[in-house]
């Protein structure tokens, strides 16, 4: 039998039972060149899982957050987007035709809606511009990210609003939702200065 | 592995699971190091690497709802790397065939003489057997696994493995004189 070729010493690497695994086995017990080759193969493979690890060079973990933050941006605009638009819209409709009427849902909602409204459309003007896929300077970033941390902790804290009892919840949601318009603003205004500058 | 990347994965999992930013941040700073290794050997450049590390944990990050917990968290995250790094060969249309990497790389005459060391053998290899090498010699995937990642058939991933060994001990000097 001539030797094996490294197609059948790879193989025999691995448990099972390949046609003609048995004579190649009896082959390579008794031949020194093959045994040689096959040992060689097992000290390859083990300085393969001994090479040293390679290092990233750049920070990766503010770009991971940034687009796991945009997510959450983008679901909760899903979310509330179409309940809260489907529910803004009825409150403009119910204002105009119920202006004269009370209102059961006080002053409080309207305003809320309205927030909601507006940051909605500012989501939607930070997906087009759609900075995560953008190249941004270190002290874009930098800003950036401060106002993304702000509007992940207003969004924590209109979700613990959203449970409130009644009482207070309105006007809570209120600061809050008008905080988040506040800072959306702020943000697409960054990303939009960004771009100008950058002739984007 | 887990537990020496992550001394408390369980606790940090359930954490991020409620998508607090400091559990997501902690796997992230467990696991960065073997993902980039892994998608670095996979990739032609340290900037798809990088790429690929990102796409990574951007879908661990979204996805660790669904983590289940059957195998182990590494066994996990390794998987969504594999899969975005071989993503990333197949996007920048890899060299499949050994022809073509000849013409790419160049044939040289002295092969036969060539010491290179193990690291620069690898990096010449052609960009599928090298992932092959790197998944099944290193990760420990099977080569049915290979094939299912890569969507060849298993004798794919067999051969590209045994022609991989082949240069790498020739590249190597390692050839037996008979």
Known sequence: MSHLSMETLVALREPGTEPGEATAREHLEGCPLCRAEFDRLHQRVARLKALPALRPSRERWPAVLGQVRAERRRRRFRAGGLAGLAAAASVALALGVTSLQPKESGPDRARIQQAMVRSQVLESALDRIDPESRVTDGQTLGIAQELEDRIARVDRELEMAELMEQQGRDAALLRLWRERVGLLDALVDVHVTRASNAGL | ?178
């Open chain 2, 1 to 178: 592995m887990d537990s020496y990347l992550l001394a408390d994965a369980e606790s940090v999992v359930a954490r991020a699971r409620q998508g607090d930013e400091t559990a997501l941040e902690a796997l992230y700073r467990a696991f960065e190091v073997p993902v980039y290794n892994l998608a670095r050997r996979i990739c032609r450049t340290t900037e798809d690497a990088e790429d690929v590390l990102q796409e990574t944990f951007f879908e661990v990050c979204r996805s660790i709802r669904s983590y289940r917990e059957e195998g182990s968290l590494w066994g996990w995250i390794r998987t969504i790397a594999a899969s975005k790094a071989l993503m990333r060969l197949r996007r920048n249309k890899y060299r499949e065939t050994d022809e073509l990497h000849e013409e790419v790389v160049g044939r040289r005459k002295d092969d036969t003489h060539l010491r290179m060391d193990l690291e620069a053998a690898l990096e010449r290899l052609p960009e599928v057997s090298r992932a092959v090498v790197w998944l099944h010699d290193v990760e420990g995937y099977t080569h049915d696994e290979i094939a299912g990642m890569m969507g060849k058939t298993p004798s794919f991933s067999k051969s590209q493995l045994a022609r991989a060994h082949a240069r790498l001990r020739r590249w190597l000097g390692e050839e037996v004189i008979a």
